[in-house]
């Protein structure tokens, strides 16, 4: 034990903020929902037929299979009286005939998750996934577990919202199936997963960046998942075969299995004829995979870089930088509505302050800058007390600029 966390941390480190890309196993492992299948199986009980029936006239195609309960579905949902009050909380809510599906399974989603608490066997290692430093998480789950272990973070639901969102990559979760606090946005039928794949090449060019930027562990999911193929397959669409080497070491497969010794491995996968390089970590519970992202030092909170960031972004766009000098309590004490950041044209005075600015630079601004270049009313009350009285220093630019001085 401890030979994985050193080789992962010693791997990860010269890679940047690692992403996760998070799969239904660590919801089941944590708080006993099923997968998709299993929520499918829950809810063809409802109807009149066994859930193997709509298998097996779907060919065993899971989005046909679920296409095919929700429209049974459909009609239980409207007639039976258990289903009464959720049907007067979602009127006009439904959509189309899969609504009533997703909004039973949102609903249970939620309530499960509600009701669960972590394995009292499983509470520390919850805690090292807490604790990790990640820049960011990806996840084709419904349910708001991530939420839970990453409060600060931002969410974007559904490709919709994360393709024209202003998005800044760090300290944000992207729940591209959708999530159970908006029923409509969930990919589960045949239907949903066309306009996934038709919108899919957009979303992959949205996060291609990350995969090429960031290291990405991949946590919930079998090698084979037909998720993660399919974004690998996007991913070697958007690089093409000759630069796929730039995910070198980049793409961390992380997989549970019960027994046994937790290893780690340089291996390769096939998509669509192209070799990709992966690295393969095994192990019986996720405590050094956890150790090893918690291990990486931040100098500032994730959830501050990315305010940082977004008001950066703002400002470049509208080029508009009012309100962008003004005086800040303890940062530790405030809010994310709270902070602004501020910003100055000229790196000097971020440098040097306004207390301890010699005079020759006031004598400068004078000369080269008709509209100061200081703010006037700093100068005045903070710098200007600070000079012997016997030196000579400009004064009346600032004391006009901070309104101290009349016309006459």
């Given at each position: 034990?401890?030979?994985?966390?050193?080789?992962?941390?010693?791997?990860?480190?010269?890679?940047?903020?690692?992403?996760?890309?998070?799969?239904?196993?660590?919801?089941?492992?944590?708080?006993?929902?099923?997968?998709?299948?299993?929520?499918?199986?829950?809810?063809?009980?409802?109807?009149?037929?066994?859930?193997?029936?709509?298998?097996?006239?779907?060919?065993?195609?899971?989005?046909?299979?679920?296409?095919?309960?929700?429209?049974?579905?459909?009609?239980?949902?409207?007639?039976?009286?258990?289903?009464?009050?959720?049907?007067?909380?979602?009127?006009?809510?439904?959509?189309?005939?899969?609504?009533?599906?997703?909004?039973?399974?949102?609903?249970?989603?939620?309530?499960?998750?509600?009701?669960?608490?972590?394995?009292?066997?499983?509470?520390?290692?919850?805690?090292?996934?807490?604790?990790?430093?990640?820049?960011?998480?990806?996840?084709?789950?419904?349910?708001?577990?991530?939420?839970?272990?990453?409060?600060?973070?931002?969410?974007?639901?559904?490709?919709?919202?994360?393709?024209?969102?202003?998005?800044?990559?760090?300290?944000?979760?992207?729940?591209?199936?959708?999530?159970?606090?908006?029923?409509?946005?969930?990919?589960?039928?045949?239907?949903?997963?066309?306009?996934?794949?038709?919108?899919?090449?957009?979303?992959?060019?949205?996060?291609?960046?990350?995969?090429?930027?960031?290291?990405?562990?991949?946590?919930?999911?079998?090698?084979?998942?037909?998720?993660?193929?399919?974004?690998?397959?996007?991913?070697?669409?958007?690089?093409?075969?000759?630069?796929?080497?730039?995910?070198?070491?980049?793409?961390?497969?992380?997989?549970?299995?019960?027994?046994?010794?937790?290893?780690?491995?340089e291996t390769v996968v096939m998509v669509d004829g192209v070799t990709i390089p992966?690295?393969?970590?095994?192990?019986?519970?996720?405590?050094?995979?956890?150790?090893?992202?918690?291990?990486?030092?931040?100098?500032?909170?994730?959830?501050?870089?990315?305010?940082?960031?977004?008001?950066?972004?703002?400002?470049?766009?509208?080029?508009?930088?009012?309100?962008r000098l003004v005086a800040y309590a303890d940062i530790d004490s405030a809010t994310?509505?709270?902070?602004?950041?501020?910003?100055?044209?000229?790196?000097?005075?971020?440098?040097?302050?306004?207390?301890?600015?010699?005079?020759?630079?006031?004598?400068?601004?004078?000369?080269?800058?008709?509209?100061?270049?200081?703010?006037?009313?700093?100068?005045?009350?903070?710098?200007?007390?600070?000079?012997?009285?016997?030196?000579?220093?400009?004064?009346?630019?600032?004391?006009?600029?901070?309104?101290?001085?009349?016309?006459?």
């Open positions: 034990m401890g030979d994985v966390r050193d080789a992962l941390e010693a791997h990860l480190r010269p890679l940047g903020g690692p992403f996760l890309f998070v799969g239904a196993g660590l919801t089941r492992r944590y708080a006993g929902l099923p997968n998709w299948e299993g929520l499918l199986r829950r809810f063809a009980g409802f109807t009149d037929k066994p859930y193997e029936y709509y298998l097996g006239a779907a060919g065993s195609d899971l989005p046909l299979t679920a296409s095919k309960i929700a429209e049974e579905f459909y009609e239980v949902w409207w007639n039976a009286p258990e289903y009464e009050a959720s049907r007067q909380e979602n009127s006009g809510a439904e959509t189309d005939g899969a609504s009533a599906l997703k909004i039973e399974v949102s609903r249970f989603v939620d309530d499960e998750l509600a009701k669960s608490t972590i394995p009292a066997e499983l509470a520390d290692e919850w805690e090292l996934l807490r604790q990790a430093t990640v820049d960011g998480i990806i996840t084709t789950n419904y349910d708001g577990l991530l939420k839970e272990a990453f409060p600060d973070f931002e969410v974007f639901v559904g490709q919709e919202q994360l393709l024209f969102a202003d998005t800044q990559g760090i300290a944000e979760t992207y729940m591209i199936h959708g999530s159970a606090a908006e029923p409509e946005s969930l990919v589960l039928t045949q239907e949903d997963y066309k306009d996934y794949q038709a919108r899919n090449p957009y979303l992959a060019a949205k996060l291609l960046t990350i995969f090429v930027e960031h290291p990405v562990l991949f946590l919930g999911y079998s090698l084979g998942d037909a998720n993660v193929n399919g974004i690998l397959h996007s991913l070697v669409q958007g690089l093409r075969a000759k630069n796929i080497d730039k995910l070198q070491k980049r793409l961390i497969f992380v997989e549970w299995k019960q027994n046994g010794d937790a290893t780690i491995s992966i690295t393969r970590v095994i192990v019986p519970d996720f405590r050094e995979v956890f150790g090893a992202l918690g291990a990486r030092e931040r100098a500032i909170p994730a959830k501050w870089l990315r305010i940082l960031k977004e008001q950066v972004y703002e400002i470049v766009l509208s080029n508009d930088p009012r309100d994310a509505e709270d902070i602004s950041v501020v910003f100055g044209v000229g790196a000097k005075m971020a440098i040097e302050g306004i207390v301890g600015l010699p005079r020759l630079k006031l004598f400068a601004d004078v000369l080269d800058n008709p509209d100061g270049a200081y703010p006037a009313a700093e100068i005045v009350e903070r710098l200007l007390p600070t000079f012997p009285t016997r030196s000579w220093f400009p004064v009346f630019k600032y004391l006009r600029g901070a309104g101290l001085v009349a016309d006459d």
